[in-house]
């Protein structure tokens, strides 16, 4: 069992020492805005994160409904890892957003995430899925059963064929359970929500 936290800059200033001492095993940081800038509080944190010994993967949470709109979206995580000096980074691939990439459909959406998957692990770093579980729920099926078939928001069979998943729910208001699937692989962590109190 892993404890973790993802944190942007909607949580304000964290207190790492904190979370240091809350024995945290990872951080997951927002890399880059919607507006494609860097999150405010991204140097700050993986600073804190250095500083602390807490290992870092970052994520960005996808607005794009075109396959250059998400080769663009990963050449400016790309740009803020390499600005930072991070090598082999994991980054989290956020396909969250209902408004946006569900009506693309499971063929459009997997092509935008595949291309974006291309420019970062051209980079040097890799690449894996973060999506919440609503994405499958439609489905009516069992969560490793929908993977190995592909239903969902996106084909899962062609989406994550080299790269990680990371699915989570919120089960209340401070703690997410989330699966990580990893080369055929599941296994569970539980994650905390960062809060300035933190």
């Excluded at 945290?24 to 993986?46: C, E, M, P, W, Y």
């Excluded at 919440?132 to 062609?158: E, N, Q």
Aim: net charge positive; charged share 20%.
């Amino acid at each position: 069992m892993w404890k973790g936290i993802d944190v942007s800059d909607n949580q304000g200033v964290i207190d790492w020492e904190q979370v240091a001492a809350a024995k945290v095993s990872f951080a997951i940081l927002r890399s880059v805005r919607r507006s494609g800038k860097a999150d405010h509080q991204f140097a700050t944190n993986l600073e804190s994160c250095r500083k602390h010994n807490i290992p870092v993967s970052v994520y960005k949470y996808t607005y794009a409904a075109t396959q250059d709109a998400a080769r663009q979206e990963a050449q400016q995580v790309v740009e803020l890892l390499r600005s930072h000096h991070l090598t082999g980074t994991m980054v989290w691939w956020d396909v969250e957003d209902r408004d946006v990439l569900r009506p693309l459909g499971a063929r459009k959406l997997t092509e935008c995430i595949r291309a974006a998957r291309e420019v970062i692990t051209a980079a040097g770093y890799s690449f894996g899925l973060y999506v919440g579980l609503m994405y499958i729920r439609s489905t009516g099926l069992s969560l490793m059963r929908s993977l190995a078939h592909g239903y969902g928001w996106l084909d899962t069979t062609k989406a994550i064929a080299q790269c990680g998943l990371m699915m989570s729910r919120i089960r209340n208001s401070s703690l997410m359970l989330t699966v990580i699937y990893l080369g055929g692989s599941t296994r569970a962590a539980a994650r905390s929500r960062a809060s300035k109190a933190m």
